[in-house]
């Protein structure tokens, strides 16, 4: 099944049962990604797997965020409310590389003569397709650049 039409289905699928939370958060992703849409100029149906993991991943960044924000504030109630959000958007996105995988890539991009961090991050994130958190990618990178 399509991602869209997988979002679709669970998002009617809150309504039916009155998951206020999920409806919300699918709610939500809808929006965002109807005005990713609008800003690539092509329909929503148009939109590829990886356009749609963009949002997604966006989306999670924003959770994962605000989670900081918030107990960095002292508001534990608020905090948690965005990790069950951000529960709900991983779940739609691909399963993680592991750490030995990524790796194998960032010593695989290094040892091509990759010598530059922007080059070097560029072409890792390349190649993992959105399956790996940037951060984790940069502490990777950075630590072998400095061997």
């Not at 998002?11 to 958060?25: G, I």
């Not at 109807?34 to 800003?39: C, D, G, L, P, V």
Request: aromatic share 4%; charged share 35%; hydrophobic share 40%.
């Amino acid at each position: 099944m399509e991602l869209l039409e997988k979002i679709e289905q669970d998002f009617k699928e809150a309504l039916r049962t009155k998951q206020e939370l999920k409806l919300s958060v699918l709610r939500m992703l809808k929006t965002s990604l109807k005005n990713q849409a609008i800003a690539d100029k092509k329909p929503e149906t148009e939109m590829s797997e990886q356009d749609i993991f963009l949002v997604l991943k966006r989306e999670l960044k924003k959770r994962n965020d605000a989670v900081a924000s918030f107990e960095q504030g002292n508001r534990p109630e608020l905090a948690a409310q965005e990790r069950q959000e951000a529960e709900i958007l991983s779940a739609y996105l691909p399963a993680a590389m592991s750490e030995e995988e990524l790796q194998k890539i960032v010593d695989e991009v290094i040892a091509g003569g990759v010598e530059n961090f922007g080059q070097a991050m560029k072409e890792i994130m390349q190649r993992t397709q959105g399956q790996a958190d940037g951060q984790v990618v940069q502490a990777l990178v950075k630590a072998k650049l400095a061997n």
